[in-house]
């Protein structure tokens, strides 16, 4: 799998097959990498409502007409909006799309959906577990506090590799993904959701640090320059 960071909470998956994944698409974000232009996308996998990770959502979904995954109530008002192609899903469920399979987790954020000056629910926020064909697993958190049901993905999934949001104030900071990272027994996490805003302060490096005596390496992206797990 090629893994592009886009900045932010945005992500670009890439298949040995070929099929690209867009997670939580925000183009608008300070770090998104200039010059960036998508050439396909097959899946569009949305964690929750906010607009820093659905900003992007619609005028992709028209151009590439992809399988959109999310909560039943994110992908019920995507219907509302012309976009029809989606799979509704809700944590604890696992849904199969050609060579994508995932499950979708828990997480401990809010979730609400701006529309045209209004404020609606946008179910509740989660996680994804990724299944890979080759046997391995990746758990992409979403925003998130840190919590004990991480503990049971260890057990369920066994992932390799994560993705933990670091920034602090809306998420995890650093010492909360290093608990995280015990809790799911990763070898490897991708930070995220950090440096987009002063206020997000937590840093890779602060993470790194917490991480080392496990034995986990943290792998900083730069935006935009793809990295091949």
Same mark, same amino acid.
């Given at each position: 799998?090629?893994? %592009?960071?886009?900045? @932010?909470?945005?992500?670009?998956?890439?298949? &040995?097959?070929?099929?690209? /994944?867009?997670?939580?698409?925000?183009? &608008?974000?300070?770090?998104? *990498?200039?010059?960036?232009?998508?050439?396909?996308?097959?899946?569009?996998?949305? %964690?929750?409502?906010?607009?820093? @990770?659905?900003?992007?959502?619609?005028?992709?979904?028209?151009?590439?007409? *992809?399988?959109?995954?999310?909560?039943?109530?994110?992908?019920?008002?995507?219907?509302?909006?012309?976009?029809?192609?989606?799979?509704?899903?809700?944590?604890?469920?696992?849904?199969?799309?050609?060579?994508?399979?995932?499950?979708?987790?828990?997480?401990? @954020?809010?979730?609400?959906?701006?529309?045209?000056?209004?404020?609606?629910?946008?179910?509740?926020? #989660?996680?994804? /577990?990724?299944?890979?064909?080759?046997?391995?697993?990746?758990?992409?958190?979403? &925003?998130? #506090?840190? @919590?004990?049901?991480?503990?049971?993905?260890?057990?369920?999934?066994? *992932?390799?590799?994560?993705?933990? *949001?670091?920034?602090?104030?809306?998420?995890?900071?650093?010492?909360?993904?290093?608990?995280?990272?015990?809790?799911?027994?990763?070898?490897?996490?991708?930070?995220?959701?950090?440096?987009?805003?002063?206020?997000?302060?937590?840093?890779?490096?602060?993470?790194?640090?917490?991480?080392?005596?496990?034995?986990?390496?943290?792998?900083?992206?730069?935006?935009?320059?793809?990295?091949?797990?």
């Amino acid at each position: 799998m090629q893994i %592009t960071w886009l900045g @932010h909470g945005s992500f670009e998956l890439r298949l &040995d097959s070929g099929e690209t /994944i867009l997670v939580d698409p925000w183009f &608008d974000n300070p770090k998104f *990498p200039s010059g960036y232009v998508p050439d396909r996308c097959d899946f569009l996998l949305i %964690t929750h409502g906010h607009f820093d @990770h659905i900003g992007s959502v619609l005028p992709l979904a028209q151009k590439f007409s *992809p399988t959109v995954i999310s909560n039943f109530e994110i992908v019920s008002w995507l219907g509302s909006k012309g976009i029809e192609k989606g799979i509704g899903m809700n944590i604890g469920g696992t849904v199969q799309s050609g060579p994508l399979r995932v499950t979708m987790t828990n997480a401990i @954020h809010s979730s609400t959906i701006e529309d045209e000056g209004k404020v609606l629910p946008g179910g509740n926020a #989660a996680g994804f /577990i990724f299944h890979l064909t080759d046997g391995r697993s990746i758990y992409f958190s979403g &925003d998130t #506090a840190v @919590h004990s049901d991480m503990g049971l993905l260890k057990r369920l999934y066994q *992932p390799d590799l994560a993705f933990f *949001p670091i920034g602090d104030l809306f998420t995890m900071d650093p010492a909360q993904a290093a608990l995280a990272t015990e809790l799911t027994g990763v070898r490897t996490v991708i930070p995220m959701h950090y440096a987009t805003f002063d206020a997000l302060t937590g840093t890779p490096s602060q993470l790194q640090k917490l991480v080392e005596p496990l034995g986990v390496k943290v792998q900083e992206l730069k935006p935009g320059e793809p990295w091949t797990y």
